[in-house]
């Protein structure tokens, strides 16, 4: 008997936004930011649960109108403005383990803040994770509509450098069709063995799957101008994307 992987999609989601304050809790579209992504999570036939974690009680409140389970609350030293992924999920996994008594085998992030995503696309992800058993993480990326090999830093007398001094000398001198594809992660979509959190202490590890995913939907909201342009992108979009729905979570939430 071939036992199916277990699969939690986690939705980081913070409360204290200064870009734009109360970002998460925020309707865009007429729904609230965080809603899409955990959609995202509640219509993949692969995801077992969806988890929010957050600090926030009103993002905790939404998070379950709209079906995901908040069974903790994040502490407030990993919820500050500089906190990186890796630390979060480390809690939540040691929590459902200490609490549960539960391990998934694949953890899911759907960030808030790149809310346009295909349908299908986190199944995918998992798909495309579980079929390479080499892989410790598969990552949502598009084709960059910029190359950084044509990109420079800025050194402090004023000279520029080259970001990228691979393959050759003076690659930003070539015309663009000449120069390498790149690609940029957005955020859409990262699935991640629980091993590669856990014991590699990463959030990718070394193996990392490309999911290739149409570039218009390239979205992450960081700025107000991000939100003014993604709330036309919304009227507008010519693409099938996640829509959010009001489900209430009917699993029993838990604090501790």
Avoid at 12 to 32: C, D, E, F, T, Y
Avoid at 54 to 68: L, N, Q, S
Avoid at 165 to 175: A, I, V
Wanted: hydrophobic fraction near 40%; include cysteine; charge should be negative.
């Amino acid at each position: 008997m071939v036992v199916a992987p277990r699969v939690v999609a986690i939705v980081p989601a913070r409360g204290g936004s200064k870009s734009i304050p109360r970002k998460n809790v925020k309707p865009l579209a007429g729904v609230p930011l965080l809603a899409y992504s955990i959609e995202s999570g509640r219509s993949a036939r692969l995801v077992d649960r969806v988890i929010v974690s957050t600090d926030d009680e009103e993002i905790a409140a939404i998070a379950r109108r709209f079906g995901a389970e908040v069974p903790f609350m994040r502490p407030a030293s990993l919820a500050e403005d500089l906190t990186p992924d890796l630390p979060v999920f480390q809690h939540a996994l040691r929590w459902l383990a200490m609490h549960e008594q539960y391990e998934p085998d694949v953890i899911v992030q759907l960030r808030p803040t790149s809310p346009l995503r295909p349908p299908g696309c986190v199944d995918a992800a998992i798909e495309l994770l579980l079929t390479d058993p080499l892989a410790d993480s598969v990552r949502g990326v598009v084709l960059a509509s910029q190359n950084p090999y044509k990109m420079w830093r800025l050194q402090p007398d004023g000279a520029l450098s080259p970001l990228l001094d691979t393959d050759g000398p003076e690659q930003y001198n070539r015309p663009r069709q000449e120069l390498p594809p790149t690609y940029w992660q957005t955020g859409q979509v990262d699935a991640i063995r629980v091993e590669t959190i856990r014991d590699k202490a990463s959030m990718s590890g070394d193996r990392i799957k490309a999911l290739l995913i149409d570039s218009a939907y390239t979205c992450d909201i960081d700025t107000p101008a991000d939100w003014q342009r993604m709330e036309w992108t919304m009227k507008n979009f010519d693409r099938p994307i996640v829509q959010p729905q009001i489900r209430e979570a009917a699993l029993p939430t838990r604090c501790a």
